[in-house]
């Protein structure tokens, strides 16, 4: 016969069971169809979002609103010398595929500027990332309200 | 629908020696993600969608712009330039499909 002691023995463990596989296996789910931030930083630039150091000489461009996430522009310039620069990359954090676009510099391009117009699946920040021909790495990013996603 | 692959160059064809001026530019490719479905079908929509767009003027390779499906559909780009002297820019640019093109404009730079 199962005792009232026995019972909340065997809750307790299902629970604490059901617990441990929801941790072990959501994360593992959602993450097959969706890559991280951190992971296409890492891709693409070799390091985290904390090895990039924000900087005030990058401007993003975009609408603090977008009313379709299927086309939100973005622009992005800065001061720093052409001669000085090595590539941008763009990336939204919280799309699938965070990598948007990343462009190769010269100095026949006379400034730094890029403007396109991108996909967001939620509000999100869009970040812009200079790559000088130093190594360092510099960042700016803009945050975008995201009404209807553009990327189902 | 207008033919994939198409695109609408501006640029100024006269540039002044030492002005940097704009190149804008608009493909028609559809920019699949490969994650939509088909509303009818219920089955997924191949990904189908520019991975590169590369500048050259004078064959000189000067500016290259890597894409990914996260661009809006019929993508738009623009970049700075700042030509030195006279010549042909060619822009060329390809999707994940094999599908391969590209625009030339004549630029003359005076004074």
Known sequence: MTTRRDFLKIVGV??????????????????AAKISLEDALKKHLGVGLSAIKESKDIIVKAPSIAESGANVPVEVRSTIPIEKVEALYIFVDKNPNPFIASIDFSPLNGEVYFATRIKMGATSPVRAILKLKDGSLLMAYKEVKVTVGGCG | MAKIGRAIVKVPKKVKKGQVVTIRMVIIHPMETGLRKDKKTGKPIPAHYITHVDFYFNDKLFTKINTSAGVSKNPYFAIKFKPTESGTLKIFYEDNKGGKWEKTVQITVEG
Not at chain 1, 14 to 31: A, D, H, R, Y
């Open chain 1, 14 to 31: 299902s629970v604490l069971g059901l617990t441990f596989l929801g941790v072990g296996v959501l994360p593992t789910t959602s993450s």
